[in-house]
């Protein structure tokens, strides 16, 4: 019993048109859900009702999406790609796995699946946590500290 969501704006011309059409393929019109670029209270609507959010990127910085479902309470199933390797706690708000690994995600967000009442027992813990370490106001105080011991070294 899933439903899932996908969110974004597509980076290719007609890549999403075969997304649909191997979801058609595969009989899940019904499970999966094309949404498209989602901003502002709406985003943070879907956070709300989600438990899982995944991220299957081959490269990344440290995006500001994972951070926004971490502070929504949500387990990230990601790549390890990026900043992501040190921002997700295996076990505790998410797992990682190997970049272009499609069986290794697989497996990850079958297990979080088989692991859902867990996850959302741990859901305010993981929001407190990432409001800990990365609200706005943490990251500055503590870019500002690193500044001061640069300059005082």
């Known amino acids: 019993n899933y439903e899932c969501l996908l969110v974004g704006h597509e980076d290719k011309e007609g890549v999403s048109d075969a997304y649909v059409d191997r979801v058609n393929e595969l009989g899940l019109e019904q499970r999966v859900k094309f949404l498209g670029r989602i901003t502002g209270q709406e985003k943070f609507e879907i956070y709300s009702d989600s438990d899982i959010f995944v991220l299957p990127s081959w ?3 440290c995006p500001n999406s994972v951070l926004e479902a971490l502070g929504s309470g949500l387990y990230i ?3 390890d790609v990026g900043a992501l390797r040190d921002i997700i706690e295996n076990g505790f708000n998410g797992v990682t796995v190997s970049s ?7 497996d990850a ?3 979080a699946c088989r692991d ?3 996850i959302r027992m741990r859901r ?3 929001e407190e946590h990432a409001a800990a370490r990365y609200e706005a106001k943490t990251v ?3 870019v500002g500290k690193l500044y001061e011991s640069l300059i005082h070294d």
Request: charged share 30%; glycine share 4%; no cysteine.
């Open 59 to 61: 490269t990344e910085g």
């Open 77 to 79: 199933v990601s790549t």
């Open 100 to 106: 272009r690994n499609a069986e290794q995600l697989a």
């Open 109 to 111: 967000l079958e297990q």
């Open 116 to 118: 859902i009442d867990v």
């Open 124 to 126: 305010d813990e993981i």
């Open 140 to 142: 500055f105080a503590d």
